[in-house]
């Protein structure tokens, strides 16, 4: 994981603020700048903010280490990032701003959130035609709070002009599904819940679009389970589409994992999607085909503390199917952690056991006379995670246009952006193949019963 400022080339004035939750897109090849993103900023209310700018990462070493379109780090780029580089704000963020919605019936303990101005957990991603979106929470008009959809270049200007000016694909650019906010729905209305969160898109290579809202909580249960539906338009949807035979891809905690708490764990959706084709784009035999092409995500079992506040996000990696009708098809068979995270809950010896560079300093430190644990094993810095955006990392192809940007190959890399401890913020970067290569197959569909 690397760090992310908000402090651009030459600031107008000293920044105080503070980030979080960064959700990221990358850019198009001809744009000027490689990526967007958008972050939260901690307040000291209720109230909720977020700002927007097109960004840059730099790297520390040669040449070599560099990925495309990347620029060595400046002195100035170290002091902010530290000593392994970054992602910057190349200009000053902007305030993003919604307008506000009205809440139809928040009740009981929801009372409050009424009238709390602003919206939050913002994700932003690329729509199977192209379209630059971004989901957020606030106020619904069927419940306390749901879910809205907007195009972004509806709130960021100078997108449009960008999208439209592809050096080789002169247009207009997509045209607007959510040119306005727009409310999506879950039907029937009465599987409503009083606070919806945590939906997903995904879109097949036709454009087609679908709404994921639910994992089951716990292995077996039988409350809502697994949904999914269409997308009809402006906001609308079919009724859930899950096959009715697919059986629980997700497990229960195993008790050899629990941690002392003893707590066990609940299933969460975390991420946007991406579309993904199961062979490497350096291979001129690969050619993609609704056999080969799968989604995948990030979702997170969430584990509490003794007060039942949340004490880590566990990151799992979600596949299923690209044709109807979606079924699930494997789920990471462990945790997985970036190279300088340790798991909340867990030491580093612990998180780390296996790890032949950790193992070398732990066996030194143990000597020390007065080593305790965790007897200074493997440097980290972000311990407790929560992962908020996925998307194909910037510079895969010069002739990739932006309805490309939301599909991608095994050994193209992935940017993930990763809230760390509810008051700073990080990335990370890996290969598609090697997020998804260590999966437990899931069981598939039951036999249906004869009468």
Known sequence: MRNI??????????????????????????????????????????????????????????????KAGEKPCTEDDLRLLGPAG?????????????????????????????????FHDPRIFWSGKGEPLMMVNTQSRYACFGLWMIDLRTLHPPLQNLVA??????????????ATLTELTRNPPEARSSIE??????????????????????????????????????????????????????????????DKAKQGGTWHQATNSLRLILCERTDKKCKPTEANTVFFAVIHRKFPNYLHLPLRYERHFMVWSAVPPFGMLGISQHPILMANETASGWTQS???????????????????????????????????????????????????????????YLDDEVVLGIGIDDQAQGFARAKAGDLVQCLRACPGRAEATKD
């Not at 965790?374 to 194909?392: E, L, N, Q, R």
């Open 5 to 66: 400022t908000h402090i651009p080339p030459e600031p107008l004035k000293p920044e105080t603020r503070i980030f979080w939750n960064p959700t990221i897109i990358a850019l198009p090849y001809w744009s000027e700048n490689q990526y967007l993103l958008v972050s939260r900023i901690v307040t000291a209310g209720n109230h909720q903010e977020n700002i927007i700018c097109e960004a840059n990462v730099c790297y520390v070493g040669s040449a070599e280490d560099a």
């Open 86 to 118: 970054g992602l910057r704000c190349a200009s000053a963020p902007l305030a993003l701003n919604v307008p506000p919605t009205p809440a139809e019936k928040c009740n009981g303990r929801y009372e409050n959130f009424v009238d709390v101005p602003g």
């Open 165 to 178: 000016s592809s050096p080789t694909h002169p247009s207009l650019g997509p045209l607007k599904s959510y």
């Open 197 to 258: 969160k945590n939906w997903l898109l995904f879109f097949q290579s036709s454009g087609e679009s679908y709404i994921h809202y639910d994992l089951p909580y716990r292995k077996n249960d039988s409350s809502r389970g697994r949904t999914f539906a269409k997308v009809l338009g402006n906001g609308f949807t079919t009724a859930n589409l899950t096959d009715p035979l697919e059986i629980s891809c997700l497990f229960d905690t195993d008790a050899k994992e629990t």
């Open 350 to 408: 612990q998180v780390w056991d296996d790890d032949a560079n950790n193992s070398a300093i732990v066996a030194h430190t143990k000597r020390s006379r007065n080593a305790t644990e965790p007897f200074g094993g493997k440097d980290y810095w972000a311990y407790f995670t929560y992962t908020v955006s996925m998307a194909y990392a910037w510079g895969r192809s010069a002739i990739e246009e932006v309805n490309d940007k939301n599909v991608g």
